[in-house]
């Protein structure tokens, strides 16, 4: 791709914000805010439009503020929020930025990290073709539209961030490994080759998952001056969409996962962050044993999104003795903000083909629907994308890579393949590494080329702004990025 080598060229030129990391005295803060609105509104996920009903479980933003005091002065900084929402998209991140400086004028904005669950059951944020796969036709009446909802979750995201940064005091920061069973990979591969998602596994033709899963229950925990936790930080390979396709707001298991962590710990005031890790190709639907998980969830009396909160809670419970006995207040706190721009995703011939084929046969429909208007727009992109392949640009993603102790934490905007996250981890020089997708952007999913060749929805390039070459990019910088920080590799 004629493209790959500026891009390349770029990158050797991309400033490095820090190399070696001091420890230092760490403060923080924290803040927990509803963003659950009060009248119905469009939901962000499927293909049709749905408008809520109800709230089945309370949407939140929960926020943690880190400063690092070296020699009495502000050595570096960084706000953590986490949404329970399908994304989060570029205009909204912009307004809150926009929103927020004047409110904390000793804080860089660009340092604020906002990452969703990608719960299928929260509000459309953005109404911008550029920004999302469906426009949804929203009633004009009794429904809060996009616009409104937006400027009341900037004005609440504005809230968790102020309220989190101006009580940060000094503390503590421990991490730990769990394990639970969340997601697993929901593309199946048959005899010819091919993938398809969610498929019915006891066919005959079916042979195996394309990729594997993620058991890891990473955490973070943050303790305050008398190791009293005040916020814990989870992260799991598995997007929050166990109840995708209702008619009602709802957190998933995000929002079981954090009572039950609160009722167990009896903190009903802890903050906790729920961050997605790579997980594009994983979902919490059971691909097989259906029938096995089925009886056991009734027989502990649970819905399957209470058991996924249970599995959360219990692992980081089973760990927090361990945490707390390695309490760090002098933690390294390093934070590295880069821009970093990847190539867009290339589209095969054979893909070229099929959507002018599929072109021809949306274009006849005499009654078309929001479904097929909408496929008729991404075939179009399709052809377009590969007849001006050389002049298209790179999409523009900016990443965040952190130390924090023996801890790495990185992020990306995309749904981003379990197999680029375990390259970061496997790869990176510390001792446990942190993957936040869906982080300061909406950048459509990052696919492996194994699915690129067996096709099939989040493979495809209607929903692909980049591609394998792409992913590569974006694992090396990282990991780059990881060794500044980490100047001594681990053993």
């Known amino acids: 791709m004629k493209l790959l080598a500026p891009i390349l060229a770029s990158l050797l030129l991309c400033h490095t914000s820090s190399t070696f990391v001091e420890a230092a005295e760490l403060r923080i803060g ?14 962000a996920g499927q293909f049709a439009t749905r408008i809520s009903q109800s709230v089945e479980a309370p ?12 020699a009495g002065k502000a050595a570096d900084q960084a706000i953590f929020i986490s949404c329970d929402l399908v994304g ?48 949804y036709p929203i009633p004009k009446e009794g429904v809060m539209q996009p616009a409104e909802y937006t400027a009341f979750l900037v004005e609440r995201l504005s809230q968790a961030a102020v309220q989190a940064w ?15 069973q969340i997601g697993e990979n929901r593309r199946s591969v048959f005899a010819d080759g091919h993938a398809q998602m969610y498929a019915k596994t006891n066919d005959a033709r079916f042979r195996h998952l394309e990729a594997g899963s993620d058991s890891g229950i990473e955490t973070l925990f943050f303790w305050n001056a008398e190791k009293q936790l005040q916020a814990v930080a989870i992260n799991v390979a598995c997007p929050s969409q166990e109840v995708e396709s209702r008619s009602a707001l ?15 710990l009896n903190k009903p005031d802890l903050t906790v962050l729920g961050w997605c890790s790579a997980a594009g190709d994983q979902s919490p639907h059971l691909q097989y044993r259906k029938d096995a998980e089925a009886r056991m969830i009734k027989l502990r ?32 706190f390093g934070h590295i903000v880069e821009d970093l721009p990847l190539p867009p995703r290339k589209i095969l011939e054979r893909e070229y ?27 179009q992109g399709i052809v377009k994308r590969f007849e001006e392949a050389d002049k ?23 749904e981003l393949y379990l197999d680029w996250g375990i390259q970061m981890k496997a790869r990176s020089p510390a001792q446990q590494t942190f993957v936040l997708q869906l982080t300061n952007g909406c950048g459509m999913y990052l696919p492996t080329a194994l699915a690129i060749e067996g096709g099939s929805y989040s493979g495809l390039p209607h929903v692909n702004k980049v591609g394998p070459e792409g992913g590569q990019i974006l694992v090396d910088q990282a990991v780059r990025a990881m060794q500044a920080l980490f100047p001594v590799a681990k053993p």
């Open 88 to 135: 989060i998209h570029h205009s909204v991140l912009a307004q809150f930025r926009q929103h927020l400086k004047p409110l904390l004028p000793d804080f860089d904005v660009r340092k604020v990290i906002v990452s969703a669950t990608h719960t299928h059951t929260a509000p459309v944020t953005s109404a911008i073709p550029e920004e999302t796969l469906i426009t």
């Open 353 to 379: 083909e099929d959507a002018k084929k599929n072109i021809t046969q949306y274009s006849v429909v005499e009654k078309p629907d929001n479904r097929v208007l909408t496929m008729l727009k991404l075939e």
């Open 392 to 414: 298209l640009p790179p999409y523009d993603m900016v990443l965040h890579v952190l130390r924090l102790g023996d801890i790495a934490i990185t992020t990306n905007t995309f």
């Open 301 to 332: 009396g649970l819905t399957r999104q209470q058991e996924l909160g249970r599995r959360i809670s219990n692992a980081v419970l089973e760990t927090i003795d361990a945490a707390k006995a390695d309490i760090r207040t002098d933690a390294p």
């Open 59 to 70: 949407i939140i933003a929960a926020a943690v503020a880190l400063e690092s005091i070296e």
């Open 166 to 180: 101006k009580s940060r005091k000094p503390g503590g920061v421990s991490w730990a490994l769990g394990f639970a």
């Open 30 to 43: 924290s803040a927990t805010v509803s963003i659950t609105p009060d009248r119905p509104v469009a939901l």
């Open 250 to 264: 709802n957190a998933d298991f995000w929002h079981d996962a954090r009572e039950q962590l609160k009722a167990k």
